[in-house]
């Protein structure tokens, strides 16, 4: 039997691992399909593996989504009901900074590498007349990291994956001061399949159904994704494409 | 001529009486309270409109902020809510840009259905579906004060300018 290849965007919550390998294995046997889970460490080992071709299935973030079904052939089939992608903006709770008209040219802002985070940040930052160009980047292995910097005042604020931030512990969460979470709601991860994958009926229909039963609503549990997918058309895939475009500057 | 939109229903607060005369020659009463309402933290104020500027799609941040009901917006002209303070030439540059294939962005003041107003940062895109236009998508952000008091001065002097 032909081995698929299924790539998860490397930007979700550590928590989270055990529910990918679970979704894998629940689909497999759903769809009879084999599937090679590949999980990349980092944004630039995504686009290396993506690259390397011969990947059929993305979970992708949406700032990557826009390119690859744009320009790499991949189309939108579904994606996580009730579950946009969102940014948080924390400073240290013990600094001066307690809400975003006190961040300052030259601050230095700790993030793990997400252009999608990056990029909302920004756009929530343009309220306070602070720009890409007035900011210092820290770029760190993830975001746990990150907030170290920040309680440990190497950095001013940190820009963070508003699941992520949610999922720290009450003693990292208690260190950090919430400055501003975005609610963009139209935003989403999505499920892509490359234009001519011959399985992505039966690969939809599974994704589909998990959460119709037990085994499957403890998968989708564990991905944080309780209510499951929902399926996306191209017309659905090409309007949030169009509203990443006018975030973008 | 387009389908007039009915008047705006006279605020129980003073209000500036004015009637507005868009691109398609309808006309309509509005009134402008000069009450601003702060711009949604977080939140991405979203449309869509067809090729003749009909709105086809707003999200909940828009429904909460103009103050109108889904029902009253789908289907009209998205100049339901153009404030009086604005010039035309705003507008035409807006359009002219989006049908010319491009992306505009601009700052916006617009009108609430009970004569207040916002300020937002407009982005407006092409919706470009198999090579083709076939709508608008107009993303708003929230700006920041400095850069509202800067088009509080451009469009005042503009308005002027078009009154000559």
Request: charged letters at 25%; proline letters at 5%.
């Amino acid at each position: 039997m032909t081995t698929h290849n299924m790539l998860i965007a490397p930007d979700f919550s550590p928590d989270r691992f055990a529910g990918w390998h679970m979704f894998n294995t629940l689909i497999q046997k759903r769809a009879n399909l084999n599937m090679h889970l590949n999980i990349p460490a980092s944004h630039a080992e995504q686009e290396q593996v993506i690259s390397a071709g011969d990947i059929q299935i993305i979970y992708a973030n949406p700032f990557d989504a826009a390119t690859l079904i744009r320009e790499q052939g991949y189309r939108a089939i579904a994606r996580p009901i009730g579950k946009s992608d969102e940014m948080v903006i924390a400073a240290a709770a013990n600094s001066a900074i307690s809400r975003l008209e006190d961040i300052q040219a030259g601050a230095t802002v700790a993030m793990a590498d997400n252009r999608d985070v990056k990029l909302i940040g920004l756009r929530l930052l343009e309220a306070v007349d602070i720009e890409a160009s007035d900011l210092n980047w820290d770029v760190t292995e993830t975001y746990q990291a990150a907030a170290r910097k920040v309680i440990k005042g190497e950095a001013q604020v940190a820009f963070f994956l508003a699941e992520i931030f949610h999922s720290f512990s009450r003693l990292t969460k208690t260190q950090l001061s919430v400055l501003i979470e975005s609610d963009l709601a139209d935003i989403s991860h999505v499920l892509l399949v490359k234009e001519d994958f011959p399985d992505a009926p039966i690969f939809l229909e599974a994704i589909l159904s998990l959460h119709n039963d037990d085994d499957g609503k403890e998968a989708l549990a564990e991905l944080g994704m309780p209510q499951g997918f929902e399926p996306m058309s191209e017309e659905d895939a090409e309007f949030m494409i169009d509203l990443m475009q006018t975030l973008l500057d | 001529m387009g389908s007039p939109i009915p008047d705006a229903h006279k605020p129980d607060m003073p209000a500036e009486q004015i009637t507005m005369t868009y691109h398609d020659g309808t006309s309509r009463t509005v009134y402008d309270t000069g009450i601003e309402r702060p711009y949604p933290d977080g939140k991405l104020i979203v449309s869509r409109t067809n090729l003749d500027g009909i709105i086809t799609h707003v999200n909940d941040a828009f429904i909460e902020i103009s103050g109108y009901h889904v029902d009253e917006l789908i289907g009209q002209q998205h100049y339901i809510l153009r404030h009086p303070d604005m010039p035309k030439a705003a507008y035409k540059d807006l359009w002219s840009t989006a049908e010319s294939g491009q992306k505009w962005h601009g700052y916006v003041k617009n009108l609430c259905k009970d004569g207040s107003h916002y300020w937002v940062y407009a982005t407006v895109v092409p919706n470009v579906r198999r090579g083709e236009t076939v709508g608008y998508t107009s993303v708003r952000r929230k700006p920041s004060r400095s850069k509202i008091e800067a088009a509080m001065t451009q469009y005042a002097q503009m308005k002027q300018d078009e009154e000559c």
